[in-house]
């Protein structure tokens, strides 16, 4: 079975400061993980994947997360947080493509 | 450009009462389509997928249905709500490996 989990469902950082937001996953096999945004009432944007290429991956925004096996983690980091970062945070896995499975989310609050 | 289209964006249903949600995906042929629900601080559920016209998988056996009458419309339905279907109901197509969301659907079951 495949699943991620998602370590602090609340994160807080000053304006400036590094994001990292944790995510570990359970999987048989090398699974393809995302890292997905949500802001208030809307969908969800992709962030970022990991597809079994360069195990750091950068994505949007400034965000970049980094695949490791050994640790089966995939947290997502940002250098300098912006007022604008302040948003719901879903990691996320697949192994078929057809099914995707996300974690219960981390919601980043950014201090000013 | 694919686009991919929700409505209605809030609904306020009363225990009871039937739910039909409409997702249209525009700019791609032949997606995969996602139902989800998000309940408050639960993360996503998967609801339904569907790879296909008339191929629908089912995740979770509760009192909702999807349908997907056309290659880009994807239909979620219920005869009768509960109060527990209350939540934030999101539309995704993927092709390959990456699913793309729809804006959601607000669902308040009062």
């Known amino acids: 079975a495949q699943s991620v989990t998602q370590l602090g469902s609340h994160v807080s950082v000053s304006e400036g400061a590094l994001v990292l937001l944790r995510c570990n996953y359970s999987s048989s096999v090398p699974p393809y993980l995302f890292w997905y945004v949500q802001y208030p009432n809307q969908g969800l944007q992709l962030l970022l994947k990991?597809?079994?290429?360069?195990?750091l991956v950068k994505g949007i925004n400034g965000f970049e997360a980094e695949f490791k096996k050994s640790e089966t983690s995939f947290h997502l980091t940002k250098p300098s947080a912006h007022m604008s970062d302040a948003a719901e945070y879903f990691c996320a896995v697949t192994r078929n493509g057809n099914q995707f499975y996300f974690g219960t989310g981390t919601s980043l609050t950014v201090i000013p | 450009s694919q686009t991919i289209h929700q409505w209605p964006a809030t609904l306020v249903q009363p225990v009871g009462s039937p739910l039909s949600l409409e997702c249209t995906v525009e700019?791609?042929?032949?997606?995969?389509l996602y139902w989800y629900r998000q309940a408050a601080g639960r993360g996503l559920q998967l609801l339904f997928y569907?790879?296909?016209?008339?191929?629908i998988s089912s995740e979770v056996p509760q009192n909702l249905s999807a349908s997907r009458p056309q290659d880009r419309q994807f239909i979620l339905s219920s005869k009768k709500l509960l109060l527990s279907d209350s939540g934030f109901y999101l539309c995704?197509?993927?092709?390959?490996?990456?699913?793309?969301f729809g804006p959601g659907t607000r669902l308040t079951v009062t």
């Open positions: 990991y597809t079994s290429a360069a195990t």
């Open positions: 995704a197509w993927g092709q390959r490996d990456e699913q793309y």
């Open positions: 700019g791609t042929s032949n997606p995969n």
């Open positions: 569907s790879v296909g016209i008339g191929q």
